[in-house]
Every structure is written in structure tokens, then in C-alpha cells.
């Protein structure tokens, strides 16, 4: 292959050493029909061997933001873990799918999770990695007996809440 094939853009680094692609295992037909059988067995294993090797951005202060140690906030696991399994769940219908889940769902989690002011790591630092100190939980307090009453707060017709 020449360099220009290997580098369409003129980067220089593809030229000699093109990033490897990342592994995505192939569905099987009794894959795709069993819902037991993801494709990566955990969030973790979607993060460190999927996700971290498509998704490349300029990393610092007011560009995105990343830590190494991702898996120590909170919110960036809660929506790794929703993107994992909305990727499962999206990767079977091989039509439109992928697109699908990229557009409606790791699209606007990964504006979230690496924006640099007000993402989850904003204090963290991509080569330094996880912050001394990291963000805060967000302040809350209890709300006054009866609030969950007011039929104002029902999304639901039944008293459980679960529709």
C-alpha cells in the first residue's frame, strides 16, 4: 500500500504505522437471535478494547477531555455501560444499527462524558491521568413528605411507577 493510501489526510503517522483496527467479533446468526450472548462481556471490555480505539479526538482543556482511569467516575461508567448495551442491542440490526447507535446514543454521551468544563472529567488529565481531587456529587436533599403524591409527578397511571 502507498503512503497516500495509508494517509489520505497527510498526517505523516499512518504513513508508516496505520492504527490497528479495532476487534469487533463477527454475528453469528445465533448471535443475533440470542440475546445472552453479547459481544463483549462486559463494560469494561467495551470500553478498553472497543470504544477507546474508534473514538480518537484532540485530548486537553477546551477541546475533550479523557481519563485513563475512566472507570473511577461515576457517571462516565453509568453511560459507558448504557452505550454498551444500546451497542449490543443496535449492532444486531446490520442495516442501519451502528449508525443508529452512533447518532442517538454515543453521539450525545460522548459530547457529555468528554466535554472539558462540564464533562465528568473535567479535572482529570489524559497523560496525568485521574484528578487528586475529582468533582463533587451533585448537592441534593430529601423532598417534603407527600411531594410523590401529586398527581403533578405521575408519569404513570398505577401507584408503582413502572407504567
Do not use: K
Amino acid at each position: 500500500m502507498t503512503a497516500d493510501l495509508m494517509d489520505p489526510w497527510g498526517q505523516g503517522r499512518y504513513a508508516l504505522h496505520p492504527p490497528a483496527a479495532p476487534a469487533i467479533p463477527q454475528n453469528s446468526t445465533a448471535q443475533a437471535n440470542n440475546a445472552s450472548s453479547p459481544l463483549f462481556a462486559s463494560v469494561e471490555v467495551f470500553v478498553n478494547t472497543y470504544l477507546s480505539r474508534v473514538v480518537c479526538r484532540r485530548l486537553g482543556q477546551g477541546t475533550a477531555m479523557w481519563c485513563p482511569e475512566w472507570w473511577r467516575h461515576p457517571e462516565a461508567v453509568v453511560r459507558f455501560d448504557g452505550l454498551w448495551r444500546a451497542f449490543e442491542y443496535f449492532v444486531v440490526d446490520t442495516e442501519t444499527g451502528v449508525s443508529t447507535w452512533w447518532l442517538h446514543h454515543a453521539d450525545p454521551h460522548l459530547r457529555a462524558i468528554l466535554d472539558p468544563d462540564f464533562g465528568p472529567f473535567a479535572l482529570c488529565d489524559p497523560e496525568d491521568g485521574h484528578a487528586r481531587h475529582p468533582l463533587e456529587p451533585l448537592p441534593v436533599r430529601p423532598a417534603p413528605e407527600g411531594t410523590w403524591e401529586n398527581p403533578l409527578y405521575r408519569i404513570t397511571d398505577d401507584d408503582s411507577g413502572r407504567g
